[in-house]
């Protein structure tokens, strides 16, 4: 029994330079692993993070959430006028620090809640609250 090995599929085990090999399965896991190179990890960090937007809290009425208005400059593609687009996103807000008028950041997160995908990561600037 020790003599005998399963190979695995050519499809399961590329080497570094991207050609096809066949292994074992216990050397396949290691040599797969060893076969990715530093910088698709790198990649895969960065792609962690997800979308950043920035815009301007304009309600937070609700507990732990804020409603953002990202606002984006478009040219109509007829006329040539340029155009302001307004999108809102529900973000989560952990602490409630955030006040209606406040500039943040929001970035992509798994869904919180039904409508809920983003959260907030910093206020950039704060509103006057006098």
Known sequence: MADETIT???ADVTDASG????????EGASEA??????????????RESGKVKVGRVVSNKMNKTIVVA???LKKHR??????????KFKAHDERN???IGDIVRIEESRPISKEKTWKLTAILQKTNEA
């Not at 990715?36 to 960090?45: D, G, K, N, T, W």
């Open 33 to 46: 692993a060893a076969a990715v190179p530093a910088s698709h990890h790198a990649v895969a960090q960065e």
């Open 8 to 10: 695995a599929t050519p």
């Open 70 to 72: 990202v606002e984006h």
């Open 19 to 26: 050609s096809v090999t066949e292994a074992t399965i216990g």
């Open 78 to 87: 007829i006329y040539k006028k340029t155009i302001r687009l307004t999108r």
């Open 97 to 99: 620090e955030a006040h």
